[in-house]
């Protein structure tokens, strides 16, 4: 078989398809692309046998049909390398060998027969749901959720960011039990129900393969989903488990509410930041209807910072401790001018917002509070 192809579009496609396949396999044919060419149309497969990921792009001159495995990191190298201009690529079916060719250079490499290449399986579903959502609406949810989701190998179900699918909306939850992430959107009806836990490395080979992709059309089953845009399709596996429930977590009793500009507190929670200890890294807040100070100190050092912020606080006066870094992630997450935090006391977390947000979509962070001895 035979084709001419973009150089670039083949390198941006085989560059896409390698984020899913792992830097080691167990299955050393995984360390390969599957690619295959059927009429007009090239498609470039990786798998880590969990998850599967396919790019397809639209070739000229192509002459035959067929299929082969060729080795990942060497061709994606290859063609990150070459100039932006027609290749020719010419595969012997009888040797598997492949003759890739440009103006100025010819590039020899042997394949394997395609047949060994896995086949993505998983268990059936007799009733999968199907639904299309804005590429946009989906990256926006795991760009708001990704960073609390669980890195302990114990909590395998918290190693991934919930979706939490309702006829008029989609909820997306991530937590690691010292933070919880909830966004809703709205702007979407799926018009069907369902939940799944989408692993850590699912969300971004979503994040960072479809961005530039229009619409997402789902289907999703009980333990995977296959979710496809004009030019990749991507099936991957779910965490198996029972997400916790998220909305019993959230406290309904913190009447009291701080308004602060979010780029001053999050500048100054990084400065006083510097000066926590490094095992907890405890910041302190004694926040007062007109002002906010912040204090850090570590023992070992001998050092310490304290700083002040403007806000507006409906309360009298209240101390609370926080993590600096989780801290920092949320303020960091949350987009806007203004932040509000529902507070109740120093035992109780803080519930984090923006004070604006696009029309139909809801975002809260919740973060639990730290113990604070003496301020």
Same mark, same amino acid.
């Given at each position: ?6 150089s ?9 398809v ?9 299955l ?9 060419l ?101 990256i ?26 309702? *006829?008029?909306?989609? #909820?997306? /939850?991530? @937590?690691?039990? =010292?933070?919880?992430?909830?966004y809703?959107? !709205? %702007? ?10 989408l ?25 995977s ?25 959230? *406290?309904?009793?913190? #009447?009291? /509410?701080? @308004?602060?500009? =979010? ?6 929670? !990084? %400065? ?68 509000? /935090?529902?507070?109740?006391?120093a ?29």
């Amino acid at each position: 078989m035979k084709f001419n192809v973009s150089s670039k579009a083949f390198y941006n496609a085989a560059a896409a398809v390698s984020k899913v396949i792992n830097s080691k396999n167990a299955l050393a044919i995984l360390d390969n692309f599957l690619l295959t060419l059927d009429g007009d149309t090239f498609t470039i497969t990786g798998s880590d046998a969990e998850n599967a990921l396919t790019a397809r792009l639209e070739v000229a001159g192509a002459k035959g049909s067929g299929s082969l495995c060729l080795g990942a990191r060497r061709l994606v190298e290859l063609l990150k390398e070459l100039p932006d201009q027609g290749v020719e690529v010419d595969v012997n079916e009888d040797t598997l060998e492949v003759q890739l060719s440009y103006s100025a250079g010819h590039y020899s490499f042997v394949g394997l027969p395609g047949d060994q290449y896995p086949a993505f399986a998983v268990a059936g579903d007799d009733r999968p749901i199907s639904f299309s959502v804005a590429t946009e609406q989906i990256i926006t949810g795991l760009d708001n959720t990704m960073f609390a989701v669980s890195t302990d190998e114990y909590r395998q179900i918290m190693q991934g960011v919930l979706l939490d699918i309702a *006829p008029e909306s989609i #909820t997306f /939850v991530a @937590t690691d039990t =010292r933070k919880l992430v909830r966004y809703t959107d !709205r %702007r979407t009806a799926p018009g069907v129900q369902g939940q799944c836990v989408l692993p850590f490395k699912s969300s971004t080979i979503i994040k960072n393969v479809f961005a530039k992709e229009e619409t997402l059309d789902i289907t999703m089953s009980a333990r995977s989903a296959v979710i496809e845009s004009a030019n990749f399709t991507f099936q991957c596996a779910f965490l198996n488990g029972t997400y916790p429930d998220y909305n019993r977590v959230m *406290p309904r009793n913190n #009447t009291l /509410v701080l @308004t602060v500009d =979010r780029l001053a507190l999050l500048n100054a929670v !990084r %400065r006083v930041g510097i000066f926590v200890e490094v095992e907890g890294g405890l910041e302190k807040f004694r926040i007062t209807p007109e002002t906010i100070l912040l204090k850090a100190n570590d023992n070992n050092l001998c050092t310490s910072a304290r700083e002040q912020v403007p806000c507006s606080f409906t309360g009298s006066e209240l101390t609370i401790g926080f993590s600096a870094s989780f801290l920092t992630e949320i303020l960091t997450t949350i987009k806007g001018s203004d932040v509000v /935090v529902n507070l109740g006391d120093a035992g109780r977390p803080g519930v984090f917002r923006p004070a604006e947000e696009p029309e139909n979509t809801e975002l809260l962070m919740l973060l639990m509070p730290m113990t604070v001895g003496e301020f």
